[in-house]
């Protein structure tokens, strides 16, 4: 069945690194491809995404290229900030009728230090 | 507008109890989605509606799980004899899903179950 796989946590950096978060999937067809973002106390928010190869979905500063070739959508952002500090999710969406349930990753804890 | 709600925000039972975890989409979402997140673990698929109806249902874990749908609008998943594996965040999502388009799924707070 479908899968992704996200590199595991914890990742801590300082303010201002440069972030990235790995990313792969196995899926058949053509899936979408997502980030979520929990911060600390709230709800799964979308953060970013891609439909089709080669797409780059971006927001606040992370982008994410949907990479065919290596079943890839890796996350990066070139300076962080404390507020960034989050957990972040991978997921997947293929439609199945009318069904896009979202297959997720395990979860990157992002803690970033002033 | 009003996002996507769920009660009780936590929920603590005794083994073999049932609950009902509730959801209220997003008013006008067609869809609805509920998932598991374990400790540790991604959060898991358990069930999709459309409208009132439940076209897959293939991620229950077992037949203790059920849920339904009432006026296409709040969703409630049902736990029989409860066991210390179902502890978990159970999370609802709601979306608009017209024609092919594929919209934002968005997500409620979750309910945190705690099986003792």
């Known amino acids: 069945g479908d899968s992704v796989t996200q590199m595991e946590g914890p990742v801590t950096l300082s303010e201002e690194a440069f972030l990235t978060i790995n990313c792969t999937y196995t899926?058949?067809?053509?899936?979408?491809l997502f980030w979520y973002v929990q911060y600390p106390g709230e709800g799964l928010q979308l953060l970013l995404k891609?439909?089709?190869?080669?797409d780059k979905g971006s927001n606040k500063g992370f982008e994410a290229t949907y990479r065919k070739e290596t079943t890839s959508f890796h996350l990066e952002k070139g300076s962080v900030q404390v507020s960034d500090s989050a957990v972040y999710f991978c997921a997947l969406s293929k439609r199945g009728g009318s069904n896009y349930k979202l297959t997720f990753g395990k979860g990157t804890l992002l803690t970033v230090n002033p | 507008g009003a996002g996507v709600s769920q009660s009780p925000s936590n929920k603590v039972t005794e083994k073999g109890k049932d609950v009902e975890l509730r959801c209220d989409p997003i008013s006008g979402h067609t869809a609805l989605y509920w998932y598991r997140q374990r400790l540790g673990q991604g959060l898991e698929f358990l069930i999709y509606f459309q409208g009132n109806s439940a076209p897959d249902k293939s991620g229950l874990p077992s037949d203790r799980f059920s849920a339904e749908r009432t006026g296409e609008s709040v969703s409630t998943l049902t736990i029989q004899r409860t066991q210390q594996e179902d502890s978990a965040v159970y999370l609802c999502?709601?979306?608009?899903?017209?024609?092919?388009?594929?919209?934002?799924?968005?997500f409620g707070p979750g309910t945190r179950l705690t099986v003792t």
């Open positions: 999502a709601s979306s608009a899903l017209q024609g092919a388009q594929l919209y934002e799924q968005y």
């Open positions: 899926a058949t067809g053509y899936p979408s």
């Open positions: 891609a439909t089709k190869a080669d």
